[in-house]
Structures are given as C-alpha cells and as structure tokens.
C-alpha cells in the first residue's frame, strides 16, 4: 500500500482565495511526522510545514496550515489568501518512528495554478 | 538558503559516460537522501545513509552507486550513463528524529546528449 497518497495531479484556485490540498497517510506506527514541500517551476523543494502524530493543535506557518485528522489518516493543506507565487507543485511526506534516520514517504504531488 | 550543498548545479554529458554528483549537507545533520526527479514525475527514492552507512535503498539502478564520508558529505556516481538518465537529482539533509524535516539542496540538473 502507499505510505502517502496525493489524489489531486492539479488544481486551480482564484487568487486571494483559500484552497485545500489533499493527502492521506497510511501507518501502523504511532510515532510519525508529516510534512509538507513546495516544489516552484525553478525546481527547488522548499520545506513548508510539519505536523507531529502527537500534536492536539493543527500547524500554522503564516498562510499556510495543516488540516490534521488522525482518525480519517488525513494531513490536507490548507493555503489560504492564494498569491500568485504559490503556483507550484506541492509534495506531501511522512517520516515514521522514533529510530534515528527513518527514510521519507513522498506523495506524487498536486500541481496548483493560481489564477488571476 | 537550505543549509545544503550540491554540485555542479547543472552537468551535460554523452551516453555511456560516468559523472559523480557531491552533496554537503546542513550542519549537524547525519543523515543524507538522495532523489531522482525525472522530467513532470515526482521524487524518486534513491538511497540514503546515517552517519557513514546505507540505511535504505529505493528504486535505485545498479549502474549508480553512492557513499557518506567521514566528513558526512556524499557522493552519487552514476555510471554507463543513458538517455533517460536525465533528471534532476536531488540531496536532502535531516537531523536524527521523526519530528526532524529534510531540507533539500538545489538539484542537479543532468542532461544525457
């Protein structure tokens, strides 16, 4: 089974407006982090935000949050007041356990255009 | 600024040929990953090591190899080199604990002629 699964290839959003990026997880382990990253066409990963299995509260980083519904296995991006800048590919990563260098789990990625 | 290192940043080459691609990563960081990124595909586990050691390997093709030195910075040799060996290869850094982010360097751009 996949660790993490992104069922969104594209996306569209108006700017200023909010938008979702889906992504559900599959672990048995009870220890795991979950993270996400912004890939721009100029190719780098940037590390956006991350959720710990523990966590009560949802993450937020700025405009970004992270929707976390550990019954439903669920990490969705939240990008809220979308700028034309936040057009890109978004990759969703979980990290299991508490052993030291535990590999990552990538999604395949939503691709999100912001329209004007 | 990531905190990690690669070079070159851009590498074009002929069929057949080796090139060795070099990654430094974030201070303190033990653990180094590398990814292949082929053309609108997604992140492509290669293989990562902890500390000097091979922890997990993924799809990765037996004409690449790669190493963690002493000093922690790795090296990713691809070998007998084909055409649909072009990609961007990326190194990722994390400190030890599931809590802990990769953070990935620039990419290597490598062009197969």
């Known amino acids: 089974a996949q660790k993490i699964t992104q069922t969104q290839p594209g996306m569209f959003v108006q700017e200023k407006e909010a938008v979702t990026l889906d992504c559900t997880y599959d672990t048995s382990d009870p220890s795991y982090g979950l993270f996400w990253y912004k890939q721009p066409s100029s190719g780098e990963m940037i590390f956006l935000i991350y959720q710990g299995s523990y966590d009560q509260q949802n993450a937020t980083e700025g405009r970004y949050s992270l929707n976390f519904q550990k019954a439903r296995k669920s990490a969705n991006l939240v990008i809220s007041a979308s700028q034309l800048g936040d057009s890109a590919m978004y990759f969703c990563?979980?990290?299991?356990?508490?052993?030291?260098?535990?590999?990552?789990?990538f999604g395949t990625g939503t691709s999100l255009t912001v329209i004007p | 600024d990531s905190g990690v290192t690669q070079t070159p940043k851009h590498l074009i080459t002929a069929t057949g040929q080796r090139v060795t691609l070099r990654c430094s990563p974030r201070s303190g960081d033990l653990s180094v990953y590398w990814y292949q990124q082929s053309l609108d595909q997604g992140l492509q586990f290669l293989i990562q090591?902890?500390?000097?050691?091979?922890?997990a390997k993924g799809n990765i093709l037996e004409r690449f190899s790669a190493q963690q030195f002493p000093d922690l910075h790795s090296e990713l040799n691809l070998s007998s080199l084909e055409l649909g060996d072009s990609a961007l290869y990326f190194c990722?850094?994390?400190?030890?604990?599931?809590?802990?982010?990769?953070?990935f360097g620039d990419g290597t751009r490598l062009s197969i002629l």
């Open positions: 090591y902890y500390n000097g050691e091979e922890r």
């Open positions: 990722a850094s994390s400190a030890s604990g599931w809590g802990q982010p990769q953070h």
């Open positions: 990563a979980m990290r299991e356990g508490a052993d030291t260098g535990n590999q990552f789990y």
